[in-house]
T-cell receptor, first 115, second 114 residues
């Protein structure tokens, strides 16, 4: 069964450093998402992406964040200058369609630890 | 804005017990409703969904009915197993703002003991 994959599974970085989290969505999916879950808190939407453009972003997704589809298979989340409060589990998801009824399939997550 | 409220966990049950995890929501329009499950060390997996009022989603013995009149989507299973131990997330997709995004509840941890 096709699945969303994410690398690395765990990333440790120093405050102020840039990190890139990588995702490979399911191959025939066209809509991509990033969510995050701070330890003990809710899973929160960050951004959705379609046709090489951001479709929607939350207030969390400020100028330090960016997303890119650098090639036909990868989807990345870049955090330009990490802060302590960016420590969280980051989930990538993809869906075949962009409708509200469509299922979003999630990857296993990348745990980001900012020291 | 949209929101989802789930019952607090952890919920601890004996094997073969009946499970209910309550979920209520606030949304404008007609959202789709989802239950996701997260097993230890893994990502979120779709358990079931319902896309309109009175729909019942079901999978692996779990079921939930979309109740518009009570804005609820409670998860039930008649007989839980140890392997059902996981965190369960209720979520909705209200398809607002031209994109679409899931709004999650806080998650409910289920522990099933022999």
């Amino acid at each position: 069964e096709p699945e969303v994959t994410q690398t690395p599974s765990h990333q440790v970085t120093q405050m102020g450093q840039e990190v890139i989290l990588r995702c490979v969505p399911i191959s025939n999916h066209l809509y991509f998402y990033w969510y995050r879950q701070i330890l003990g808190q809710k899973v929160e939407f960050l951004v959705s992406f379609y046709n090489n453009e951001i479709s929607e972003k939350s207030e969390i997704f400020d100028d330090q964040f960016s997303v890119e589809r650098p090639d036909g298979s990868n989807f990345t989340l870049k955090i330009r200058s990490t802060k302590l409060e960016d420590s969280a589990m980051y989930f990538c998801a993809s869906s075949e369609q962009g409708t509200g009824t469509d299922t979003q399939y999630f990857g296993p997550g990348t745990r980001l630890t900012v020291l | 804005g949209n929101s989802v409220t789930q019952m607090e966990g952890p919920v601890t049950l004996s094997e073969e017990a009946f499970l209910t995890i309550n979920c209520t929501y606030t949304a404008t329009g007609y959202p789709s409703l989802f239950w996701y499950v997260q097993y230890p060390g893994e990502g979120l997996q779709l358990l079931l969904k319902a896309t309109k009022a009175d729909d019942k989603g079901s999978n692996k013995g779990f079921e939930a009915t979309y109740r518009k009149e009570t804005t609820s989507f409670h998860l039930e299973k008649g007989s839980v197993q140890v392997s059902d131990s996981a965190v369960y997330f209720c979520a909705l997709n209200g398809l607002t703002g031209g994109g679409n995004k899931l709004t999650f509840g806080t998650g409910t941890q289920l522990k099933v003991e022999l």
